[in-house]
């Protein structure tokens, strides 16, 4: 799992290099915490299915059919609180 940075799970920087290193139009850009990812087509549909498994896997945390669109995972931030919320209701 990620390091503990204030008692939190740091998520933002392991996602952001999964991105950086997996989706060829985000490989070259600087990506930001609000960034459009899915909107800004960085990340297409095929991305999107490698980005949820390595957030699933990752951070050991399971999405539901219905969490996997462009609204919960377009950026680092949007990601960020999802995540949160997943890990938050298995405690």
Do not use: W
Not at 45 to 66: D, N, R, Y
């Amino acid at each position: 799992m990620g390091t503990a940075k204030e008692g939190l799970v740091e998520i933002k920087s392991p996602v952001r290099r999964y991105i950086q290193e997996n989706c060829f139009f985000a490989a070259s850009t600087q990506i930001g915490d609000a960034t459009p990812l899915i909107t800004g087509g960085f990340i297409d549909s095929i991305g999107m299915i490698g980005l949820v498994a390595f957030i699933e896997e990752h951070f050991k945390i399971e999405f539901l059919p219905t969490e996997i669109n462009a609204q919960g995972l377009d950026s680092l931030d949007r990601i960020e609180a999802l995540v949160r919320h997943k890990i938050g209701s298995r405690a």
